[in-house]
């Protein structure tokens, strides 16, 4: 496993998790402005996503590392994320999996699951590394955590 570092995100909250995950999966984007990338190919995907919360639940988890793994590593790897018809559209341009988007959609789903939580923890940010040169972060807005 490759350690590396993160973009902080200021909080004030008590606890402050990471999870790293490396995810192999292909994708395409379909419109003729991604060139080659309209194409099927494949990445290492390296994926950080940061959750904060001030409590923690009955067993002493903020919230339980495998189950970030389960939701997202268990999801897409080894898959085409075009398939994730749940996650993803080949017609709607919100909804392809570029870098960004696939940013966005863990953030989403790994906030869904921390909402059924009654301690509430919170997903700060999600970084996504697409290539050794090119990564994403996505962090909710202020007001929406
Ligand atoms: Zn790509």
Redesign the pocket.
């Known amino acids: 496993m490759m350690h590396q570092l993160y973009p902080q995100v200021a909080h004030h909250y008590r606890y402050e998790l990471n999870k790293d995950m490396h995810i192999a999966a292909a994708?395409?984007?379909p419109h003729k402005a991604a060139g080659s990338?309209a194409n099927v190919?494949?990445?290492t995907y390296i994926v950080n996503v940061t959750i904060a919360g001030d409590e923690l639940d009955e067993s002493g988890f903020l919230v339980n590392f495998q189950t970030v793994k389960k939701l997202v590593h268990g999801k897409l790897d080894h898959t085409l994320l075009n398939d994730h018809n749940d996650w993803f559209d080949r017609h709607d341009p919100n909804r392809f999996p570029t870098?960004e988007v696939v940013a966005r959609t863990i953030y989403e789903t790994i906030q869904r699951y921390l909402d059924t939580l009654p301690h509430k923890p919170k997903c700060l940010q999600v970084f996504v590394r697409?290539?050794p040169t090119s990564y994403v972060v996505y962090r909710p807005k202020a007001g929406e955590r």
């Open positions: 994708h395409f984007i990338c190919h494949g990445h870098t697409e290539t």
